[in-house]
């Protein structure tokens, strides 16, 4: 129900791509794919979290609370170390967002495969990220992408996702796997069911704004090239 009351933001791109050092970046009013992601997941537990007379009666407090948890669902460990700390590749996200208890991954449990392609993206199309430039940078991104060969990354190949669409619940955060060499995920967005059909809530290039797909989520990825299946992680209940 939050995600939904984003829809018609404007897309926007790098929004996180900012000067200086890296520092958290709060935008609600362009989104990316990966941001609408967080700060549906961030607000959600803002909303779960924060006694109700609170939100109404402190919102420096409250903004000051979702800070700290956008920070803690971006960053690797939710610590901010400089650009190589921010959770670039989404199958890092996944895992990193599951050790710190905000989702867990279900592809294993939908019958997904393991993805044993290496992660190079980053490392070989530096011209595409200007912070790379910098050649201790690239040297921290390169030794992640060798780490993040060692994780398993499970997904559900894009002929299977129309008979495991029946496990996937409203909220659960969709990641489109890429075919692209070296890359692990094209696209993500947010799993909604409307007349009992599974659907993607995004912030799509093509588009300009936020919007729930018109298709189902197996169409879409059968028909995209360049994404080849899905990856599922399950937000979390907050533990109190």
């Known amino acids: 129900r939050i995600g939904l ?3 018609g ?3 926007g791109p790098g929004t996180l791509e900012i000067q200086g050092p890296e520092h958290l970046v709060v935008n609600l ?5 990966v941001t609408l992601v967080e700060n549906v997941l961030g607000i959600t537990r803002i909303v779960k979290e924060v006694p109700r007379d609170l939100l109404d009666l402190d919102p420096d407090s409250v903004a000051a609370a979702y800070a700290r948890t956008l920070t803690s669902i971006r960053y690797r460990g939710g ?3 400089g650009y190589p700390s921010r959770l670039h590749y989404f199958s890092e996200w996944v895992s990193d967002n599951e050790r710190k208890g905000f989702v867990r991954s279900v592809s294993p449990d939908l019958g997904g495969v393991w993805d044993h392609t290496p992660v190079r993206f980053m490392s070989e199309h530096r011209e595409a990220y200007p912070q ?3 050649p201790i940078i690239l040297k921290a991104i390169r030794e992640l992408e060798r780490r993040l060969d060692e994780e398993p990354r499970y997904y559900i190949p894009q002929e299977d996702v129309r008979d495991r669409s029946p496990s996937i619940r409203n909220g659960d955060v969709i990641a489109a796997t890429s075919s692209v060499e070296g890359l692990d995920v094209a696209h993500t967005g947010i799993a909604v069911w409307v007349d009992g059909s599974l659907r993607l809530l995004h912030a799509p290039l093509i588009g300009d704004s936020v919007q ?4 189902s989520l197996a169409t879409r990825i059968m028909r995209i090239g360049g994404q080849d299946g899905i990856m599922v992680a399950r937000p979390a209940e907050p533990s109190w």
């Not at 729930?212 to 298709?215: G, R, T």
């Open 5 to 7: 009351t984003f829809l």
């Open 9 to 11: 933001t404007e897309y």
């Open 29 to 33: 009013r362009r989104l990316d794919c």
């Open 79 to 81: 610590v901010i170390q």
């Open 132 to 134: 790379l430039g910098d």
């Open 212 to 215: 729930v797909s018109e298709e």
